[in-house]
């Protein structure tokens, strides 16, 4: 079991480029879930997916925000044309349904807007 | 608003003494909690989680005590180590509600002096 692993660990990129991040869960995990974490905040839900459907997204996930879980897999996280204010980590966890006590992170991508 | 709260942003303790975090909510609906540990540049590290139908958790030298009544939760780190020094986070989550969806607190941070 090696955990659940986000790609890259950091992004620097310019105000308006898009950027993607990856997520791959535990294995045997069904739900995915997205998070973003600002400097002095906890965690912030955005969505999650129980395998391929994505069940619910929070308000903060605007329509420049867009997650898929094509094959009930990986993750990945897209934003478009990126705004100062999206720099946050982005953490991505995985649980098994109906374990909440499962629910484990993966290390996080920083992503940096310029 | 904020329905996790953890009032203390920092908490300073001897080596070999008990730590105590604290952590509030607003939302009755919450029916289960879990403590996560984050060092920098990581995830948050799964430590310890409770259900409303129980009043105290123990695993080795974390125990967790919820008062209902109070909407109050608490980890005890007994004895306290060094390595224990890190950012602690309350979550909660709707779980009987068919959320497992986190809420967090804005941490508590911890160090523990040798």
């Known amino acids: 079991d090696t955990g659940v692993s986000q790609n890259p660990r950091h992004k620097i990129t310019k105000r308006g480029q898009n950027v993607t991040f990856r997520c791959d869960p535990i294995?045997?995990?069904?739900?995915l879930y997205w998070y973003r974490q600002t400097l002095g905040q906890g965690p912030e839900f955005l969505t999650y997916?129980?395998?391929?459907?994505?069940?619910?997204k929070s308000r903060l996930l605007s329509d420049r925000f867009s997650a898929e879980r094509p094959k009930g897999s990986f993750s990945t996280l897209e934003i478009q044309r990126t705004e100062q204010g999206d720099s946050a980590m982005y953490l991505c966890?995985?649980?098994?349904?109906?374990?909440?006590?499962?629910?484990?992170f993966g290390p996080g991508t920083r992503l940096t807007v310029l | 608003d904020q329905q996790v709260k953890q009032n203390s942003p920092s908490l300073s303790v001897q080596e070999g003494r008990i730590s105590i975090l604290n952590c509030d909510y607003t939302?009755?609906?919450?029916?289960?909690f879990l403590w996560y540990k984050k060092y920098p540049a990581e995830g948050p590290t799964f430590l310890i989680s409770?259900?409303?139908?129980?009043d105290k958790n123990e695993d080795g030298r974390f125990t967790v005590f919820l008062n209902k009544s109070a909407k109050h939760l608490s980890l005890h780190i007994v004895p306290s180590q060094p390595g224990d020094s890190a950012v602690y986070f309350c979550?909660?989550?709707?779980?009987?509600?068919?959320?497992?969806?986190?809420?967090f607190g804005k941490g508590t941070k911890l160090t523990v002096n040798p």
């Open positions: 294995s045997e995990h069904n739900r």
């Open positions: 966890a995985s649980s098994l349904e109906g374990r909440p006590d499962t629910q484990y």
């Open positions: 409770i259900s409303s139908i129980k």
């Open positions: 939302n009755s609906m919450f029916d289960y």
């Open positions: 979550a909660a989550s709707a779980y009987q509600g068919g959320s497992e969806k986190l809420v």
């Open positions: 997916f129980q395998n391929e459907a994505q069940l619910e």
